[in-house]
């Protein structure tokens, strides 16, 4: 359609990055990497957090023997968003991926860009949500960097259905994650038998609703407490693929049926990677896309509220890296970090340099060896405020024909009338007051300011310290003003920062 000429801009600026790396060459000890992550996994909800009931043993051996992140954030409350973060360094704001169902922009450089051109072989498996994985879609994966994918355009169960490359969509019979892993497997197999560094990103359809699991994984919870059976909480049904109310106690059960049989498929992985030869020099980082749900009932949390709220509770969640060559002693870190991170700590492992455009993330190198004991800038979060999309008459321009949107991998629950996913992305009109709203957070080290973090129109500042503090129960704002009003600043900086590159400036001409 109108894009050809922005995705030519797109290609001339990787085929830059192809020209700089093959002129570097790759050293014989050049990482290989396992970028994992699940889907709705919340910070609570791993043994070595404390968690009362589940069963992570993979996640707490890695938890114990690499590098334990405890204040490790998803790049926005919700999960389309997030997953834009981990692959471009940029808050998804930047490219109009505002909410779940918005897709990322064709003109995004993402890490699979910039490895596959200093000679990776990449590939993506699992939930992608960025747009379609059809072949026609210009955000698939293989249009976002990944020379292979096995992918579905949403979340998936048990017997996923995944388009390979593009593919026609078809079964692949096994539990959600087991599948992923297998798949992955093969993947690593093939990219060693080439001889190749790789990039592999995992992201799992668990435990994301509606629930579901294996026989021998349910009967590990089948005696959660009584009290959670007389409370009920609403989710999709598996039946009906509509909204449904059930006992808590029977949610939880398959809930955490499904963490554990993503912490088994990972722990499968590891085993792969040992007995190929291939742990000891194989980055492997494991995070969640946003907090839990409020289908989970916060039996848990330490932290306030849940996913898509700009508090802690929707936005921190579990973070591990194992890496033997590397991470050589057992480290646990208080150092914020965030999914935008990733693409700058990649490119500075591989010795590629990052985009030319704004990039939210830092490089987390100094945390892997230990020497980074603050964060150098904030960590901003922002709901953009889609009602003033979706209040316009007539909706601005799509950035993306509609009818290269539309999803065709089928889902379990009905969005939108259908039981498949379709995405948008808009043209931002000229910048108004208005754009600047929504909730929104700025984690700067110790401090947290939070901005109409109820969604009701405040725009009264919060501060808390989470250090002493991580429950958000105490807004010390007013007993800190010159703080906050820095912070309030430096977030309304940076929100401009953002806007100018929601227009497309940050793209060449």
Not at 126 to 147: C, D, I, Y
Not at 158 to 175: D, H, V
Not at 275 to 290: A, H, I, P, Q
Request: proline fraction near 9%; charge should be negative.
């Amino acid at each position: 359609m109108k894009r050809n000429w922005r995705k030519l801009a797109a290609s001339v600026s990787l085929l830059t990055v192809a020209l700089v790396c093959s002129q570097s060459g790759l050293a014989a000890d050049t990482p290989n990497f396992v970028l994992l992550m699940g889907d709705d996994h919340g910070w609570s909800e791993t043994g070595y957090n404390g968690h009362p009931h589940l069963k992570t043993p993979v996640l707490d051996e890695m938890a114990k023997t690499g590098l334990q992140f405890d204040r490790f954030y998803a790049g926005h409350p919700t999960c389309s968003p997030t997953r834009g973060s981990f692959l471009t360094g940029r808050h998804p704001n930047r490219y109009g991926t505002f909410e779940p169902g918005y897709s990322i922009r064709p003109e995004e450089i993402t890490i699979a860009h910039l490895l596959s051109s200093a000679g990776y072989r990449c590939a993506h498996f699992g939930k992608w949500h960025l747009g379609p994985v059809k072949a026609a879609s210009p955000t698939n994966p293989r249009e976002m960097g990944f020379q292979e994918y096995l992918s579905h355009d949403n979340f998936y169960e048990m017997n996923p259905i995944f388009s390979r490359n593009g593919q026609k969509p078809k079964e692949y019979p096994g539990e959600g994650s087991e599948v992923t892993i297998d798949e992955t497997i093969k993947f690593i197999h093939n990219a060693k038998e080439l001889d190749k560094p790789f990039l592999a990103v995992v992201w799992f359809g668990s435990p994301h609703e509606p629930y579901s699991g294996l026989e021998k994984d349910l009967a590990l919870y089948a005696d959660l407490p009584e009290s959670y059976a007389k409370r009920t909480v609403r989710l999709t049904s598996m039946k009906t693929g509509r909204p449904t109310t059930r006992p808590l106690r029977d949610v939880l059960q398959e809930r955490y049926a499904e963490i554990t049989a993503m912490d088994r498929s990972i722990g499968t992985l590891r085993d792969y990677l040992k007995k190929s030869g291939l742990r000891e020099n194989t980055m492997v980082f494991y995070c969640g896309d946003n907090g839990s749900p409020p289908s989970t009932d916060r039996v848990t949390t330490p932290f306030r509220e849940d996913k898509a709220s700009v508090y802690e509770g929707g936005i921190r969640v579990p973070g591990v890296i194992e890496w033997p060559s590397r991470i050589k002693k057992p480290s646990r870190t208080q150092v914020p970090a965030v999914t935008s991170d990733l693409l700058p700590t990649l490119c500075e492992l591989v010795g590629v340099d990052v985009p030319e455009r704004p990039i939210d993330g830092i490089s987390l190198v100094e945390v892997l060896d230990g020497t980074m004991t603050e964060r150098p800038k904030p960590i901003g979060f922002w709901q953009y405020d889609t009602q003033n999309i979706r209040g316009q008459t007539p909706l601005p321009e799509p950035y993306i024909d509609p009818k290269l949107q539309e999803g065709t991998t089928p889902l379990v629950k009905y969005l939108q009338g259908k039981l498949t996913r379709s995405f948008n992305n808009f043209e931002q009109p000229p910048i108004k007051p208005a754009d600047f709203t929504g909730p929104r957070s700025f984690v700067h080290n110790r401090y947290k300011l939070v901005i109409d973090g109820e969604g009701n129109g405040m725009e009264v500042p919060e501060l808390y310290d989470l250090v002493e503090d991580p429950a958000e129960s105490k807004n010390i704002a007013e007993s800190n003003i010159e703080l906050t009003q820095k912070l309030t600043k430096e977030l309304r900086d940076w929100q401009e920062s953002v806007l100018n590159s929601v227009t497309g400036n940050d793209y060449p001409n």
